[in-house]
């Protein structure tokens, strides 16, 4: 699976992004799907995760209740849509398959996922 990011931008804190991942290969389906992301100086952190199927939704503390992920398997594409963005969630977004078929039960490793898209930027301004 081949994935890219895209959707980032400059937003006010307050506002909304949706931000979206293309993924290329028959397999897309197949497999969880995850969103990171990064800030300067800091670890690569989970954010959100799917199912195979759309049907399980996993999301960090931080963001539960402002983000929802979502996916078109019709379309191989994953969806990361963020409300009520603040400062701290300016980071480059990254989303990634789990390496794993179908075995997915919520983890929020880095190491666990892969085929890494190109990031996005998302910069919240205050």
């Known amino acids: 699976v081949q994935l890219q990011a895209s959707g980032g931008g400059l937003v006010q804190a307050g506002g909304s992004l949706r931000l979206s991942c293309a993924a290329s290969g028959r397999t897309f389906s197949s497999y969880a799907m995850g969103w990171f992301r990064q800030a300067p100086g800091k670890e690569r952190e989970f954010v959100a995760a799917i199912s195979w199927g759309g049907s399980r939704t996993y999301y960090a503390d931080s963001v539960k209740g402002r983000f929802t992920i979502s996916r078109d398997n019709a379309k191989n594409a994953v969806y990361l849509q963020m409300n009520s963005l603040k400062p701290e969630d300016t980071a480059v977004y990254y989303c990634?398959?789990?390496?794993?078929?179908?075995?997915?039960?919520?983890?929020?490793?880095?190491?666990?996922?892969?085929?890494w898209g190109q990031g996005t930027q998302v910069t919240v301004s205050s």
């Open positions: 990634a398959a789990f390496k794993r078929v179908g075995s997915y039960q919520g983890s929020r490793s880095a190491t666990d996922f892969g085929s």
